[in-house]
């Protein structure tokens, strides 16, 4: 086992840092069982720091979501699949920040719901984290009120360079991963990535402190982290859409507008994926599907929405999806802590 | 308190059920604080009983989805809510089925997604029930599986009249309720309506064993079902939308297509039921839910699709929901035990 | 040919109206081949008269589009067609209204698109309607523009009792016909509707002395109208979705959330309609339509969205609907006028 | 006045031309107000030629729809438009192809749209191309019917590099413009697209020789194109979305899934064009455009989809768009006829 350190230059110049998939050189190469220890950036790149700090004033929103990465993943060919497992995920400051941001999020208009009302108010919120404690503190801003909720780390963007040589803004989700916005991708998952080029170049940011599913005003609880994951290669195995796994469930991701195809997306690739796992006929496994299948939303606000279809293996006797992968970066992972 | 039981023709003629939300003649009047213990028919009418019954030839697609009532609620009256807790809801039968229709379900086309492809194949799984195991036995049709999934009793199908004059059928959800196919509606669950018409005209239906989220070939383990319930009326209250409760979470749904826009009703109807329950701005229970709200999908292949929005009421310290019926209701259910 | 007079009574109380396609007694028969002259209020029932009239304050939201029948075919009988052919469409009085409501129209959050913002205004314009210059005068409210628009008479609301026991507002469109909008129902059309119950009952209103495509802001120049329809039957041929025909088109409707849908059921069955009508193979169909269709939305506001797909006459050499009804009915209009 | 010649290798190897708009090079520089005669392939690159060549087995998926250009026009920055005028489009062959393809099109399953059906038959359509007669003949392939079309030439492809660093596939269209693939991208239209970037990046291709609305099976009348072009630049002056305009119509393109997003953009869009262009309160815009809009659909089956909302000029007394810039070019094309 090898554990690498990638360091990120806290300070540097915004413009310069990474905000697509593809459309940018990799930073570094990564060879397949390797774990890689880093930080990444909150998704205003540190520059939301207080309640009077507005989003849309104190940030260029050419430059929002910075990556850590792109990796070069070693051997890496389009057809592959690489398995991400994420080891731990922690904040990296005491202070996380939500807001909400003029014609973004799903209970308002936007460029693309394009309506005729005024946007909504511009606020900003300012949470105290207490990592030891696990605990996100919430402070309503018109009244008096304090909630501490748990501390869920996560994070919302995970991805490779998409296909057709496409450079997608890391603001997006799509079949190559990227902003996806799921609270599954937490400490403990693995998260299965299709390659689409060379080296996949798998880049990852957006650290979470917690989020609800539906992200519904459009940004979580941000905040930088330091991150451990580990990286696989399992050759020759396509993966068309990002899958999920964790000790207890196996996970689909669709993302798309209308939400529905993103259902239908997650959902037809746990059929098949469930098909190829238990040899059970497509319509079996449909109706499988159909009877145990929790589906999670994960955002209703990115430019494609993403929704999670997951099967708890409990109900999958006898499956092992791509060979046992999850289960040996687990192993990896407990190793090392 | 007062129990009261109401007894189904199990042989009624199908013709002369009710399969409509409005539309059909009050069943028998309620008092508010009456337990109601009565049984419903699964959605095809207990015809569909074996692997070789295809629903669309031994039923009559008129007749689908026949619900017990409607119950008169005595002093409902529009712009008032009821609650209908749910004492137990238990299978009245040893076994349950689901099929495949074609031109029915998520993941194949349909009369309103019309597209030139052939339906798939139409199929009927039967499962073996065990109350007292809590056990839904599936068996894989063309291979050798078998699995047992946990026994999680709900009921597809609950609502009242709908408003301006309409009749909707039993197997489309809307703000009346209806066929919501929402696994949360469980016993223990409280589910609040709004009121539209004089009486409200309580009905319910669709027993499920049990269902993955989503609903996603379009049919749950369908069975016929023993179910006491309590019902209150809440005066002067309006509910918009169909709100649950238990005793974990607050919960609203929204019923629309496209799915997006049934995601926009429930979170929208979470915020402002949590801006009510607070005392916050709608900005800052906007925030809140934001960050803790669980969006778990109900179906995605009735005429309407619906999403459920839910937070845990540990996140909302001090709140009560319409003061307290939850928890008197739940309170009367445990003593009838 | 029979010419018969259907008179309204244009004081009733709006409470005694039908409102909704099913759920309503005929008010007369009527035998096939007949001519029928009748008057069809505005959707506000002529409540809304200046620009200080609000619909919201002026109006019982609960009594909105009254429809003009619902008239039994005789003879019409489930699976059957009529066929709807408008002879003349000519506002009864020199003025119409368009409003906007709020949470109503295609450019503003709604009770289904929910969302935060506070509603658009609602405002209310008078046009001056020329019948003999057929010139509708739009009048800005905030400034002193003034501009005249050719008068394009149509109905918005067509249709007959949907199926499965239902009862629609009509307010809504849908396979039944109902609140469609589209300015392709004008004098010269023939309107197909397919038959679900006995008798049909037939019903029509919400007078348009002209509309854009998409009714973006919801209202239309309504107005009360004197039509004159001529109706056929067209025994043991089924019609999923309403179909149009004037001397120049074929056309296809759906009605459908979300757009795409609406897209996709007019196109589906303008591929099935010329299969039929040219002998050709579903795939060849789906290709001529692919290059010959025009689509012209006709309503993004309704609680279903409508599109239509048609296809000239010119395009499909040897093509006859419904063995030439629509030949016949437009000889039948010209000899009374 | 300047008219440049810009010669494509029309023997190139396809791996070497440009498929995205963003992420490649100009390849040459366009002074403002000049005029460019060009040829554009069709979106196989001509290697479908016969009803027995299946596109999925003749082309690389990977190279479908080659872009001619990018083309730098000198001084573009962003924050301004460029107009694109046709001066003429031109089919440079005497045929034209069209085809479907496995899991693309508007009424088949597709990767995001995803089902469990079979895809549909892959086929290949040859029509022949008289251009002197301008006629397109369409013939079946399983029965023997001929039709002959009239010729609407028209670019399905027109856009300029997107913002955010983003290199976006040429199927698909966006605000950039792109594969917005509607008919009215004809000679005699002037095209307006914001720029995103220095020099804006003008590409275009993807010629139809005609191509219904909706481009239902996805794929157009698709051939090789002479065209010539005419460029202006608009200092200082966004656009949002693409503009249209030609002696008729102002319009205004959406391109969004769902297509009522796609609906909202362009007519959001209208509203605010006509504010400015009449001096119109928002409130007035969105009652003129409501009443006044025309709304055919341009593409139903690309990864966004695309809406034309367009108001006749005759009922904008007093309108004129982007200070008379379309005159001027419609000029200069007659110049030089």
Known sequence: ??????????????????????????????????????????????????????????????????????????????????????????????????????????????????????????????YDLDVSARVVRYRALDSDLTIDLPMEPMHGTVGVAPPLGEARSSLTPGSWGGNMDTPEMRAGTTCYLGVNVPGALLSLGDGHARQGEGETCGVAVETAMDTVFAVELIKGVPTPWPRLEDDTFIMSTGSARPLEDAFRISHADLVQWICDGLGLSPMDAYQLVSQTALTPVANVCDSNYTVVGKVAKSHLPGFTGYAGVHDRLRTLAASIR
Chains 1, 2, 3, 4 share one sequence.
């Open 1 to 126: 086992m090898e554990i690498v350190r990638y360091d990120v230059d806290k300070e540097a110049d915004p413009a310069t840092l990474v905000y697509t998939f593809g459309g940018a050189e990799a930073v570094a190469s990564i060879r397949p069982g390797t774990v890689v220890s880093t930080w990444t950036a909150d998704c205003y790149g540190g520059r939301v720091r207080s309640e009077s700090d507005m989003a849309t004033q104190v940030t260029d929103t050419r430059y929002i979501n910075p990556q850590t990465g792109p990796f070069h993943i070693e051997g890496a060919e389009p057809g592959d699949t690489i398995a991400v497992h994420f080891c731990s995920i922690t904040p990296s400051v005491d202070w996380g920040v939500s807001t909400t941001i003029p014609l973004f999020g799903a209970l308002t208009a936007t460029p693309y719901t394009a309506m005729l009302h005024e946007p909504l108010p511009e606020r900003t919120w300012i």
